[in-house]
């Protein structure tokens, strides 16, 4: 359910770069429009399946909440092999593109003529040495230094792949951290209920980016979050007792939801710290070495919750595998289809399908689980919307204003070296 993403992170699946993926022309822009409704499409699709199909195996015949994350993650390495396909990609093209060129330009070509029987002629094209895929790949690891044209401070960008390495040890642990604690809540209350419980990361988010980020109070910020945190008290006063039984532990369900929200929202903030504003390659990476650090300690982890039976481990038949197989896919397909979207579209209309999440899994819950939805819980639920809608008009204007001032900045620079 949880996503390897940065909200603040300009890492774009089309672009290794980082340039805005809206293309020039109309004929563009409206493709990329459609485009990004069908990913923003998906993306609901895939997290309320994602949510509902979490609960259904972990509530059922597999009741392993750490073994399923454990797989859940391992998928994510499929990110690396698909960055490697992407470079070779890019280097084909290069090279396509640099024959193209030398063919183009040539105006004469030396031969020699061999005498010998067969009178053979050869001649030979002078190319440009391009890099090896390994070289690509270790080329998009640098650390850059530029000056602040404003205030004169210099600015640090970019990661080595060694500082990545070591950062991904401690980030995988949280990461797979508060995922089982989410496995573990989703089982304990309503799908619909949780979903909405867990947007209040972004309240977490809000005062953990002041405190590590450094970033200003805002009026705009701090109005959503009051808002957000009247919606999550307001849901959570007016479920209490609704589930009849089916959902005993719903209060600890709700409880363990925040503490996963919490942890998530700390996550975000030390990722946005550590690769924001990072290339492609470098977001591939992240989620590539998550997968293997969790895979090398994954394993005594299940060892240890087997030994205290604490969390038994038993091989999944292969209907149950087929689950934990399809609800790993569509974890991965989440990730990337968010990254992909940020590509395509703005990150205000990417976290809409993040929203309409909460409204798809409570009409799921209501229609096909035939959950009792209490009336009072309607305030609460439209707080959440109203704080969610506001939190991400908020962080789309300060995009913008962070890209207009970067474009100022760049011809500021451009103008002082043409003079």
Same mark, same amino acid.
């Given at each position: ?13 089309g ?7 809206? #293309? ?5 822009k ?5 485009? =990004? ?11 309320s399946?994602?949510a ?6 972990v509530? /059922? ?6 073994t399923?994350? +454990? ?10 092999? $698909? ?7 890019e ?8 024959l ?30 391009q ?7 270790? *080329? ?6 530029? $000056? ?31 995922? +089982?604690? +989410? ?8 799908? *619909?209920? !949780? ?7 972004? @309240? ?19 109005? !959503? ?8 008290v307001?849901?959570? @006063?007016?479920? @209490? =007792? ?7 532990d ?9 503490? !996963?929200?919490?942890?998530w929202?700390l ?9 924001g504003? &990072? ?9 590539g ?8 300690? /994954? ?22 595998f #087929? ?9 991965? &397909? ?5 990254? +992909? /979207? ?5 990150p205000?209309?990417?976290?809409? #399908? ?12 209501? $229609? ?17 919307? @109203? ?6 008009y ?12 970067e ?13």
């Open positions: 359910m949880t996503i390897i993403n940065n909200d603040n992170s300009t890492a774009k699946i672009n290794n770069e980082g340039e805005e993926g809206g #293309g020039g022309g109309g004929k563009e409206k493709k990329n429009k459609f485009l =990004g409704i069908i990913i923003v499409f998906l993306i609901t699709l895939f997290m399946t994602s509902e199909l979490s609960q259904y195996i509530s /059922g015949d597999y009741k392993a909440p750490f399923i994350i +454990w797989f859940s993650t391992i998928i994510l390495s499929f990110s690396m092999v $698909i960055e490697f396909i992407l470079l070779k990609i280097l084909i093209k290069e090279r396509k593109d640099s193209k060129i030398s063919f183009n330009n040539v105006k004469h070509i030396d031969y020699n003529i061999n005498s010998s029987i067969s009178g053979s002629c050869n001649y030979e094209l002078n190319e440009t040495k890099d090896t895929l390994l070289e690509r790949f270790q *080329s998009k690891f640098k650390v850059e230094t530029k $000056i602040n044209p404003e205030n004169g401070e210099i600015i640090t960008t970019g990661i080595t792949l060694k500082k990545l390495i070591i950062i991904s040890i401690p980030m995988s642990i949280l990461f797979v951290g508060l995922n +089982w604690i +989410w496995m573990i809540a989703i089982s304990l209350t309503e799908v *619909s209920i !949780s979903t909405a419980l867990y947007q209040s990361a972004s @309240v977490f988010c809000f005062f953990l980016s002041i405190i590590i980020l450094k970033e200003k109070v805002k009026i705009l910020k701090t109005i !959503s979050v009051i808002i957000f945190m009247s919606g999550i307001g849901i959570a @006063v007016t479920t @209490v =007792g609704t589930s009849k039984g089916e959902y005993p719903a209060i600890k369900g709700d409880i363990l939801m925040i503490i !996963s929200a919490a942890l929202g996550y975000e903030v030390l990722t946005s710290k550590f690769i504003d &990072s290339n492609r390659t470098i977001v591939h990476t992240y989620m070495l998550i997968a293997f650090v969790n895979l090398i300690l /994954g394993i005594p982890v299940i060892a240890i919750l087997n030994f205290t039976r604490f969390e038994p481990f038993s091989v999944p038949s292969p209907s149950v #087929g689950m934990l197989l399809l609800n790993a896919v569509v974890n991965f &397909s989440v990730n990337y289809l968010i990254n +992909w /979207g940020l590509s395509v579209t703005s205000l209309f990417v976290r809409s #399908g993040e929203l309409m999440v909460i409204v798809a899994t409570l009409i799921f819950d209501i $229609i096909i689980k035939h959950m009792d939805f209490p009336l009072l819980a309607i305030p609460g639920y439209s707080l959440i919307v @109203v704080g969610f809608i506001l939190s991400v908020i962080e789309s204007k300060n995009i913008k204003q962070q890209q207009k001032k474009i100022e900045n760049e011809n500021e620079t451009k103008s002082l070296l043409n003079n």
